[in-house]
């Protein structure tokens, strides 16, 4: 079986695939094709393969090649090396993971001068030969014969043959394979404070003496411990049982070096096996571990991070309507943006009711004028400072409109991000005469209006639904993040003549250079009249227009199927389908009824099969449908406005901001988010919060615990108001919320006892809302 076989059939058992459809994939991907267009316009080729299956199947393509090329390189150091046996290469080419190739790898490596080596130099290696050859002999006995000018004495002799039984037995890959696994099974990892760092590292406290497995330590729980221990607050430590774990090791090690009497040699040699255990292979075994702690921690939050980024630039879009943005301010006054239905910014102001200036009447007449005067639909209020407010405010000045007046519906909405967008150099282009404080209120407007098109331009990692963010490899978070943007925007798709140029950005085929040339062709010819016309931009080729046309939509253009996701190439038995139902190809377009009793099987042809034909006889019936909800929003309860007006039992309404492992944090709109815990999410037992739950999703929640001098909410969904508990809640940590600055996660120690409820909730509250 050659390599690319080989690949093929591992990847297709990780994603639940057939070999053939990994290979499919593989080329197309290879051939320059996109993963968004690889799933949505080539499922003959590759079975049906989903968006996130190819994004699996990439990355762990990247991975084997790296492997096989590492395989290939080995093998030609050891075959120069004139020592590659058959039964080595076998082991070589047997190898399942890049670990266990540098396992064999390590007696050939070239390394710098050990103390192994200059006991060889020193004639020592046949001494460390005689003692395993002869175990009813005395060591010592044995390393007289071995003195020199060089090896003064019989401990100098012992000690040079035990360093190269210690080396050897370190290059060992069997035995690195056994105390691998032994460690991974039954390893702990536990966290001591360091002497004197109590009180800076109080937010630490629950780890100052920690113990759990390593196999089973959660990822924000790792985190949060690694963190610890960058800071230097705690030291770490990945160790087998304290009992017994140290004397199984070195019964591994001694089984490797085959040590079965009780004669002197065999003494010797049990010790060095425990010296060999102590000093040498515990470490590299921590060392190991501790990495791939690391890894599966970073790829856990990274997973996090995707999963609710997605979310929330899936969220519903409140749609073309006229829009007017707060970015509320207490001492700086509230900016005002009014921005029409297609997202142009269309006026600015200023309000200052709060102190100092407190000129509520000024802020009021001039929120009536804007409603007014523009016809405004929607009233977009940031939730930071002095948002519940501003919302105050929005709503007397609603009652005050005149009979008859459409009065505008105020929706607060999360700011996370927006600052961050209003200094970038993206923003001085958009904007280059409006100071930066007010392009944040435009981006609050935009938002609602449409989040994923106004989010696509914040850095991901700014928007803040991620846990420990800038603690995880950052380059593998960027790479998953841009593409949660990238499949986001091209489920959507992205209207052509209106989209910017950050988001065309992230069409398949597309990138910023070509998004770029779009928006100056557009600039300077006018709209685009049909998706043919793409082909005259400057750089945008065949290969490119084929990848991103059909996630571009054109309305009311020249062509009636560019507002659909039908592929300009399959145009052709799109018509033929509205054909064979005898009617106009713009009159079928939207009409379900006019396809009822339309046979797909009858149009499948050599070029286009049954699930192409299938999703075009969709679009025809729903053209370019929003995958996207319908828009909902959350109404706070009046009078709740501060933590200090909670109390237990309160039922209110809110929006989900994060989901992590051990919960979701719901913003009920009294500037600090609410937790309800995996055990309050049902009324069954939840192993994964994303089984109730998504980032804004609107919920009913009641509160359960209020710490006002913590600023720690507990909430439930539970029908039963969380009185009742199931299993107890896993420990948890903090985490970074939308719109609030990321926190490390809480140290903190795990609910005692058998049930769920409010004393093992209330610690896990702790666990989850500690602060920095």
Same mark, same amino acid.
């Given at each position: ?14 994603? #639940? ?25 080539? +499922? ?5 393969? #989903? ?31 004139? @020592? ?112 004197? %760092? ?38 770490? !430590? ?56 690391? +890894? ?20 519903? *879009?409140?749609?073309? +309507? ?116 007010? &392009? ?6 935009? &938002? ?30 960027? &790479? ?54 793409? @082909? %005259? ?40 389908? $509205? ?25 499948? #042809? ?22 996207? *909800?319908?828009? $909902? ?53 939840? @192993? ?8 804004? !999703? ?21 029908? !039963? ?49 500690? %602060?920095?």
């Amino acid at each position: 079986m050659d390599t690319a076989h080989r690949i093929a059939r591992i990847i297709a058992t990780e994603i #639940d695939a057939q070999p053939a459809q990994v290979a499919a994939a593989t080329a197309l991907l290879d051939g320059g094709a996109t993963v968004p267009f690889v799933a949505r316009y080539r +499922k003959e080729a590759t079975g049906g393969l #989903d968006d996130t299956q190819l994004r699996n199947l990439s990355d762990r393509l990247t991975y084997l090649r790296e492997m096989e090329a590492r395989r290939t390189a080995i093998l030609g150091v050891v075959r120069d090396q004139g @020592k590659l046996t058959d039964h080595l290469a076998r082991a070589i080419a047997a190898a399942d993971t890049k670990a266990a190739l540098e396992d064999i790898y390590l007696p050939f490596k070239p390394k710098r001068r050990t103390k192994a080596m200059i006991a060889r130099e020193n004639g020592l290696e046949p001494l460390l030969r005689a003692i395993l050859a002869d175990r009813a002999a005395e060591p010592a006995a044995l390393a007289r014969t071995y003195l020199t000018d060089k090896v003064a004495d019989v401990k100098s002799a012992l000690e040079g043959a035990r360093d190269i039984l210690v080396e050897e037995l370190s290059e060992n890959a069997a035995l690195l394979g056994r105390l691998r696994q032994f460690m991974q099974d039954g390893a702990f990892i536990s966290a001591r404070v360091v002497s004197g %760092k109590e009180e800076a590292g109080a937010k630490f406290s629950d780890y100052f003496d920690h113990r759990e497995k390593w196999a089973d330590i959660p990822a924000h729980r790792a985190l949060a411990i690694l963190r610890a221990a960058r800071e230097e607050i705690v030291t770490i !430590d990945i160790a087998p049982d304290p009992d017994t774990g140290a004397a199984q090791a070195e019964g591994i090690v001694a089984q490797a070096i085959g040590i079965a009497g009780e004669g002197p040699g065999d003494h010797w040699l049990r010790q060095v096996a425990g010296w060999a255990w102590r000093v040498r292979l515990s470490n590299s075994m921590y060392i190991e571990l501790l990495s791939d702690l690391r +890894k599966r921690a970073h790829d856990e939050a990274i997973h996090v991070f995707g999963r609710n980024l997605r979310d929330l630039l899936l969220a519903a *879009p409140a749609g073309a +309507k006229v829009t007017i943005g707060l970015d509320p301010g207490i001492r700086t006054g509230v900016k005002i943006a009014a921005i029409d239905a297609t997202g142009k910014l269309v006026e600015t102001a200023t309000i200052h009711p709060f102190q100092p200036r407190n000129d509520l009447r000024g802020a009021e007449s001039t929120l009536l004028t804007l409603i007014a005067r523009h016809g405004a639909e929607l009233i977009a209020i940031g939730n930071g400072t002095a948002s519940r407010e501003t919302e105050r405010l929005v709503t007397e000045v609603l009652k005050r409109l005149p009979k008859g007046t459409t009065v505008p519906k105020k929706v607060v909405v999360s700011e996370a991000g927006a600052s961050v967008y209003s200094a970038s150099e993206q923003a001085a282009r958009e904007f280059p005469d409006l100071d930066v404080s007010l &392009r944040g209120a435009v981006s609050i407007a935009r &938002r609602l209006q449409d989040p994923l098109a106004e989010l696509v331009k914040v850095p991901p990692e700014a928007i803040g639904v991620g846990q420990y963010q800038h603690d995880v490899d950052q380059r593998q978070l960027a &790479r998953k993040l841009e593409a949660v943007v990238e499949d986001a925007v091209n489920a959507v798709g992205v209207d052509l003549n209106t989209a910017s140029a950050s988001l065309l950005a992230h069409v398949a085929g597309l990138g910023p250079s070509l998004a770029a040339a779009i928006v100056a062709h557009r600039d300077a010819t006018g709209a685009f009249r049909s998706r043919a016309a793409l @082909k %005259k931009v400057t750089g945008l080729g065949p290969r490119a227009f084929q990848q991103c046309a059909g996630f571009l939509r054109i309305r009311q253009g020249d062509e009636p199927l560019d507002e659909s996701a039908v592929h300009p190439e399959a145009y052709g038995v799109a018509r033929r389908i $509205v054909a064979a139902c005898g009617r106009d190809l713009r009159q079928v377009m939207g009409d379900a009824g006019a396809l009822k009793g339309i046979s797909a099987e009858r149009f499948v #042809d050599e070029n286009f099969g049954l699930p192409t034909i299938r999703d075009i006889l969709s679009e025809l019936e729903k053209p370019g449908r929003d995958p996207r *909800p319908d828009f $909902v929003t959350a109404s706070f309860a009046d009078g709740v406005e501060e933590i200090g007006d909670l109390r237990p039992g309160m039922s209110l309404e809110g929006t989900v901001t994060n989901v992590a492992a051990f919960g979701a944090f719901v913003d009920i709109g009294v500037h600090q988010d609410g937790l309800v815990h995996v055990s309050q999410l049902a009324d069954r037992f939840v @192993k994964d919060p994303t089984e109730i739950v998504k980032v804004g !999703d609107v919920v009913r929640v009641r509160v359960t615990e209020v710490d006002i001098p913590r600023k720690r909410i507990g909430l439930t969904m539970r029908k !039963d108001g969380g009185a009742q508990g199931g299993r107890a809640p896993h420990k948890a940590a903090g985490t970074a919320q939308p719109g609030k600055a990321a926190r490390p996660a809480k140290p903190g120690a795990p609910a005692r006892g058998k049930g769920g409820g409010q004393g093992s909730f209330g610690a896990a509250l702790q666990d989850a809302m500690r %602060k920095r």
